[in-house]
Each structure stands twice: as structure tokens, then as C-alpha cells.
């Protein structure tokens, strides 16, 4: 950036505004600074161009880093929606799961109770007796055949 020669303080200030893309309340913050010090803006730049330059790069360099995290809060608050999301998801999928098994748990105790029920036969005396305690249809290898 030294390599350029203008006369005035304004002059080099605007150039620099537009090379660095910096912001008019920067640009006006840096022209207060000079009218606070009564340094006239129309007066030679070269002993405060180094200066000037460096603020300008300054300047440039935060707003971009301040863009860059900017940038990355946005990712990162999009990441924790899509896993706040997700997690409401899962949550749904295993109340849904649980009130399944629950249902089956139900259907299986109720089946219990009817197939205990059901285990009761008349016996040849006509008297009820628990099924299992009936000699089996077909003999087991220590029945008599």
C-alpha cells in the first residue's frame, strides 16, 4: 500500500475506505481522531500514512475474523437445532416403543390367565383336573406302550 503517493490525509483515508471495504463509522471514527488531535485532514499524509495503513488492515482483518465467527455460530446453532430435533425424534420413537411393549406386556399377562384357565379338563370321572396332570395322549419311552 505505500507504493501510492496522495497528498492529503482525507484523500488517503477515502482510498483506503475503499481498498479494505471498511465501514463509514470506522471512516469516521479515524477522521475524528486527526480533527480531535487538530490535525487538519487537508494536511500532508506521509507522516501518518504507515499508521493509517496499518489501522485500515487492522480493521479489515477483525471484520473478517468478526464475519468467520459469525459464520461458524450459524453452523453451530443449525447443528444444535438438527440434534434438537433429533433428540425430540428419538424421544417420540421410544415413548411410542415403550407404550408397544407396554400393550404386549398386557396382551401376554391377559393370554397367561386364559391359557391357565384353559388348562383345566374334565377328567374321566367328570371331575375337573389341571391338563398336565392327565396322562398324555401319546405315551412318552418310560410309559408303558
Known sequence: MSARSFTSIADEIEMLARLTGASPAFVDQVRALFLSKAISLDEDVSPFQAALEDAFRREESL????????????????????????SHDSAERIREARASLERSATRLRESGARIGAASWVMSPGRRPVRDTDTAPIVP??????
Not at 63 to 86: G, I, N, P, W, Y
Not at 140 to 145: E, H
Open 140 to 145: 412318552g419311552p418310560d410309559d408303558v406302550q
Open 63 to 86: 471484520r473478517s475474523s468478526a464475519q468467520h465467527a459469525q459464520r461458524k455460530v450459524s453452523r453451530v446453532r443449525e447443528t444444535l437445532s438438527r440434534a434438537d430435533q433429533l
